[in-house]
């Protein structure tokens, strides 16, 4: 499975942005599909995460503001982020799972920068 983001930018606080990743390859055994992101400096962390079926989550900072979507046909992961704040700030990365059993294999995507000026 190759992963390839997009939709990164350089937007003003309380702009929005699209960003989109792509998979390719055995994508009919993905399941979960997430973002993560990266500030300098920062560890990475849990922004959003999608299972196959649609049911989504959130990290705490984002809620009300980010919206993960998925379309299975296409095989793309969206996330729509609203209201945009400087601490939003990070490189995005999307990350996919297929589960075998009680383990899993993941992958990731390239990363695409977000950076919000205030």
């Known amino acids: 499975v190759q992963l390839q983001a997009s939709g990164g930018g350089l937007v003003q606080a309380g702009g929005s942005l699209r960003l989109s990743c792509a998979a390719s390859?055995?994508?009919?055994?993905?399941?979960?599909m997430y973002w993560y992101r990266q500030a300098p400096g920062k560890q990475r962390e849990l922004v959003a995460v999608?299972?196959?079926?649609?049911?989504?989550n959130y990290a705490d900072s984002v809620k009300g503001r980010f919206t993960i979507s998925r379309d299975n046909a296409k095989s793309t992961v969206y996330l729509q982020m609203n209201s945009l704040k400087s601490e939003d700030t990070a490189k995005y990365y999307c990350?996919?799972?297929?589960?075998?059993?009680?383990?899993?294999?993941?992958?990731w995507g390239q990363g695409t920068q977000v950076t919000v000026s205030s």
């Open positions: 990350n996919a799972r297929q589960n075998y059993g009680s383990s899993y294999v993941e992958y």
């Open positions: 999608i299972t196959r079926g649609g049911g989504t």
């Open positions: 390859g055995s994508t009919s055994t993905i399941n979960n």
